[in-house]
């Protein structure tokens, strides 16, 4: 079946312009997860929706970045006013449920360049 | 929150076991070892996971030590295309699911 598709795939923007970065868990995944990798960093949480809520944003790097998901399955990353250090790949995650037990399948990420 | 400790780098002989260690002495009851890897410009790929026992897959073998304050990924037969990022992740609340650095294995012909 499909797997956790993210777009676009590569984005470049200039510093300060706004951008939005989308996620499409596989069907029937409840849980939704937000992460990025900065070069030769390791893979940094960002936020997890259980369903359309996410509880706990305090992983979110500063308030210029938001996500919100609706109706149970997309789910867009937003960064405001972005900057250079946002520079990384986002990748997004999805499970069956939000339990420890559960396997995270990830996409393929979303390579943002800040200018 | 259980923090991993891996190395960052190892070698590997192609058809020969590989075996990444990991260390995480602070690991609580309730939390599992989880195996992820990352080959370069894909995203992260479920390996294996386990509480206490040993696990097997068709991927690898995970030996948690009696302890449980470490853990060994084991890849019985390492290919050219097991070349990749191994990350050790220990956590039972995802708000704090943190990957760390990993250990780049590479396996050499």
């Known amino acids: 079946g499909a797997g956790v598709s993210q777009s676009p795939s590569n984005k470049v923007t200039e510093k300060g312009k706004d951008v939005e970065l989308r996620c499409d868990p596989i069907?029937?995944?409840?849980?939704l997860y937000w992460y990025r990798q900065s070069l030769g960093q390791g893979l940094e949480f960002l936020i997890y929706?259980?369903?359309?809520?996410?509880?706990?944003k305090s992983g979110l790097p500063s308030d210029r970045f938001s996500a919100e998901r609706t109706g149970g399955s997309v789910s867009t990353l937003t960064i405001q006013r972005t900057q250079q250090e946002d520079s990384a790949v986002y990748l997004c995650?999805?499970?069956?449920?939000?339990?420890?037990?559960?396997?995270?399948?990830f996409g393929p990420g979303t390579r943002l360049t800040v200018l | 929150d259980a923090k991993t400790t891996q190395p960052p780098s190892m070698d590997c002989a192609e058809g020969r076991a590989a075996n990444l260690p990991c260390n995480h002495s602070?690991?609580?009851?309730?939390?599992?070892v989880y195996w992820y890897r990352q080959i370069h410009s894909q995203g992260p790929q479920y390996i294996i996971h386990?509480?206490?026992n040993n696990e097997t897959n068709e991927m690898a073998s995970l030996i948690i030590t009696e302890d449980r304050k470490s853990s060994t990924l084991i890849l019985p037969h390492a290919t050219l295309r097991d070349t990749a990022v191994y990350y050790c992740?220990?956590?039972?609340?995802?708000?704090?699911?943190?990957f760390g650095s990993g250990t780049k294995l590479n396996v050499k012909p």
């Open positions: 602070t690991i609580s009851g309730n939390e599992y």
């Open positions: 995650a999805s499970s069956l449920d939000y339990q420890s037990t559960d396997t995270q399948y």
């Open positions: 069907s029937g995944h409840t849980a």
């Open positions: 992740i220990v956590e039972n609340n995802f708000n704090k699911f943190y």
């Open positions: 386990g509480l206490k």
């Open positions: 929706f259980q369903g359309n809520s996410a509880p706990d």
